[in-house]
T-cell receptor, first 113, second 109 residues
Framework: DTAVSQTPKYLVTQMGNDKSIKCEQNLGHDTMYWYKQDSKKFLKIMFSYNNKELIINETVPNRFSPKSPDKAHLNLHINSLELGDSAVYFC????????????FGSGTRLTVV | GQSLEQPSEVTAVEGAIVQINCTYQTSGFYGLSWYQQHDGGAPTFLSYNALDGLEETGRFSSFLSRSDSYGYLLLQELQMKDSASYFCAVTNAGNMLTFGGGTRLMVKP
């Protein structure tokens, strides 16, 4: 019944590795997002994607790339991980025109060592 | 650019009323939302204001003044479970949310 599910919940990896976080939504929403929440709890948009358009926050390093096999999935791939990438990453989805907000996944806590 | 300002921390007692303010500067404003996040949890949607005025949902109300670029979240009859972080967020073109830094609410007995 989970609306927005992301895996894994925890990810510990070494600097320089490449990793992916998966996200799936079963709400029929048309737009999906990735947010990064840092240690001070600041939520920063990374990507917004629907079946027509990818919007990238220009401050996101190009080591980060979203991959969407279909409109129910938006995975996040990260190359050459750095210590500063350690954070909680949230996937979210929404329906264009609806006013009930985003639905967030439970988050992936990434720790780079 | 866009910026949102909200207090970093608010403390109140159980049963009281608390107001969390949010001021914003943005281009292409569509609406102001509020989200609640408990420690270790995901942000959850509370309310959305596209027009000026007050929206009420149970113990929570949210207010927007577009001319003042200002809104607030009002929590009544505070309960211990309301202890959490509260984020205001603006919706701009492309339906993207930009969040404020969050207000940590501590409810004391």
């Amino acid at each position: 019944d989970t609306a927005v599910s992301q895996t894994p919940k925890y990810l510990v990896t070494q600097m320089g590795n490449d990793k992916s976080i998966k996200c799936e939504q079963n709400l029929g929403h048309d737009t999906m997002y990735w947010y990064k929440q840092d240690s001070k709890k600041f939520l920063k948009i990374m990507f917004s994607y629907n079946n027509k358009e990818l919007i990238i926050n220009e401050t996101v390093p190009n080591r980060f790339s979203p991959k969407s096999p279909d409109k129910a999935h938006l995975n996040l791939h990260i190359n050459s991980l750095e210590l500063g990438d350690s954070a909680v990453y949230f996937c979210a989805s929404s329906l264009t025109g609806a006013n009930y907000g985003y639905t967030f996944g439970s988050g992936t806590r990434l720790t780079v060592v | 650019g866009q910026s949102l300002e909200q207090p970093s921390e608010v403390t109140a007692v159980e049963g009281a009323i608390v107001q969390i303010n949010c001021t914003y500067q943005t281009s292409g404003f569509y609406g102001l939302s509020w989200y609640q996040q408990h420690d270790g949890g995901a942000p959850t949607f509370l309310s959305y204001n596209a027009l000026d005025g007050l929206e009420e949902t149970g113990r929570f109300s949210s207010f927007l003044s577009r001319s003042d670029s200002y809104g607030y979240l009002l929590l009544q009859e505070l309960q211990m479970k309301d202890s959490a972080s509260y984020f205001c967020a603006v919706t701009n073109a492309g339906n993207m949310l930009t969040f404020g830094g969050g207000t940590r609410l501590m409810v004391k007995p």
